[in-house]
């Protein structure tokens, strides 16, 4: 019984290190047909971006859904 288990455990890593080795990027540097990639983000465009916007984005979502919908008059 332990040897089939330390047998299927070798089996598993030795997949699962192939797999890390055939994935990693060798040719992350070599560009595919059509790809055009744009000018980077400034400081500012980035936490503009990533920083503000997301935030003004949960003040507007938070105040949509803390307004009072058809009040009821008593």
Partial sequence: ???????????????????????????????????????????GQTLGLYVLLPIVAFVVIAALAGMPWGKKKK
């Fill in 1 to 43: 019984m332990d040897k089939r288990n330390a047998l299927r455990a070798g089996a598993v890593s030795a997949t699962v290190t192939l797999m890390m080795l055939l994935s990693s990027p060798a040719m992350a540097l070599t560009r595919d047909d059509g790809d055009d990639p744009g000018a980077g983000l400034s400081v």
